[in-house]
């Protein structure tokens, strides 16, 4: 083989450029000019060899067309992944972040958890504290239901908001707490002695539900809502009697004795629980709200008995038999002075009251009396025109009526209405001297 075409046939790589020139340098001219012609035919004899190869590997070609276009798909769908991957990179690691963070609560929800379980006996007995404060409560163990109370409330305050188990125990305590209230204030409705008031006054200082002002406004609604309960019971349920005098002059003796004892007992208790009515005068006026509280109360019973008192006592004005007064005004000016020992005197108001009732009384009883007596001597001179008329019953039953209204004032006459008496009787002997003249 010649040296040149084997240098020319071999690697690249391994033979030096200058080696070919130095070889031509160094033949002679016949060489150089054979070399055109070797070249050319070298190269026939390659595209031949070429051809060869081609029509001989035909298959493999074709093959190696489809696998390179398929390299070149994967290489674009690579590329194409690879894009992808850097754009989601970002998010990936922000995604491994919140794993982080969540595999660290996760951790800590399972640490505490653990420590719940080890807790699990003194926990049950924290949970158990709304029942055993409601147990308390139903059975009136008061005390240690305010003391489960504060140490729950201690207990809780040593910890942050976020522990929702204390939160939720504090709201169970509260709503405990508004049940205790309302069991205590329907105790303080009903029939209460003085020391067990004192109590049920202490337990909701200790709740501290109220201010000051509205624990005074509480004991006195709900003292009001038993007084009423003794009320309506007196008066509300009383069967007819069998006359009408009867059942009113009853129940007005009623009602007088039910205020008379039981608002005394009202507020000797609240005089006994807050007790800063008795100090003296420079003290009453830090207290000025308090005093007007108790006082605002009494003006709205006294003038809701005074009420009472003016219905049926305007119900008796009417009533044609004898009214025996005298019982119901002696109840009544005992309650006046019972009144005053607390310092709400009502007998002032009992004195106007009682004397419109008697010169309304007085005036009807004379006026029916006077009207029945002229409306009777049209029958008597129609019937008899020559007998004396001093004779007749009529005038009996008209003189037996005056006397009777006088039966019912004698014992206590009240001497502001003496000139009223006198011109409704010279009124009615003007009347019926003015009949008699008609039928003489």
């Known amino acids: 083989m010649d040296p040149i075409h084997g240098s020319i046939n071999n690697d690249g790589n391994s033979i ?78 922000d995604q491994c972040q919140t794993f982080s ?180 005068d420079d003290s009453q006026s830090k207290n000025h709200l308090q005093s007007k509280i108790i006082n605002s109360w009494l003006l709205v019973k006294i003038e809701q008995y005074l009420n009472i008192l003016l219905t049926n006592l305007s119900s008796c004005i009417s009533i044609n038999s004898i009214l025996y007064i005298d019982t119901v005004i002696e109840n009544c000016f005992y309650l006046g002075l019972s009144m005053n020992k607390i310092g709400a005197d009502i007998r002032p108001k009992l004195i106007l009251i009682f004397n419109d009732f008697f010169e309304k009384r007085f005036k009807h009883c004379v006026q029916e009396s006077t009207r029945k007596l002229c409306d009777s001597f049209g029958d008597i001179f129609v019937a008899v025109n020559n007998e004396s008329i001093e004779h007749y019953p009529i005038l009996k039953k008209y003189q037996s009526n005056l006397l009777a209204i006088f039966h019912e004032i004698h014992n206590n006459v009240p001497l502001a209405l003496i000139t009223t008496f006198v011109q409704t009787l010279n009124t009615s002997f003007e009347t019926i001297m003015m009949e008699l003249k008609s039928y003489i």
């Not at 001219?29 to 070298?42: D, H, T, W, Y």
Request: glycine fraction near 2%; hydrophobic fraction near 35%; charge should be neutral.
């Open 16 to 93: 030096e450029m200058d080696i070919y020139y130095k070889t031509l340098c160094s033949s002679g001219l016949s060489f150089v000019a054979k070399q055109s012609q070797q070249i050319e035919q070298r190269r026939q004899t390659l595209i031949d060899n070429k051809q060869k190869i081609v029509y001989t590997n035909y298959d493999s070609f074709l093959k190696y067309s489809d696998f390179t276009k398929k390299i070149i798909d994967d290489f674009q769908t690579i590329e194409t992944c690879l894009d992808q991957l850097d754009t989601s990179i970002p998010e990936f690691k």
């Open 101 to 280: 963070t969540n595999t660290k609560q996760i951790s800590n929800r399972w640490n505490n958890v653990s420590l719940m379980l080890s807790k699990y006996p003194q926990l049950i007995e924290f949970m158990e504290i709304p029942q055993l404060l409601n147990n308390c409560i139903r059975t009136f163990y008061y005390d240690d239901a305010i003391l489960i109370c504060d140490f729950v409330t201690k207990l809780c305050s040593k910890h942050s908001k976020d522990a929702s188990i204390f939160q939720n125990m504090l709201c169970e305590v509260d709503k405990c707490k508004d049940n205790m209230v309302a069991q205590i204030l329907r105790e303080l409705s009903g029939n209460i002695l003085l020391p067990n008031c004192m109590k049920m006054i202490k337990y909701l200082r200790q709740i501290d539900r109220f201010t000051e002002d509205q624990l005074r406004i509480n004991f006195l609604t709900c003292r009001d809502v038993w007084f009423q309960y003794e009320l309506n019971r007196e008066i509300g349920n009383q069967n007819y009697c069998k006359f009408f005098q009867m059942s009113t002059l009853n129940q007005i003796n009623r009602a007088t004795e039910s205020f008379r004892v039981n608002i005394f007992d009202i507020v000797t208790q609240y005089q006994a629980i807050f007790p800063e009515m008795d100090q003296p």
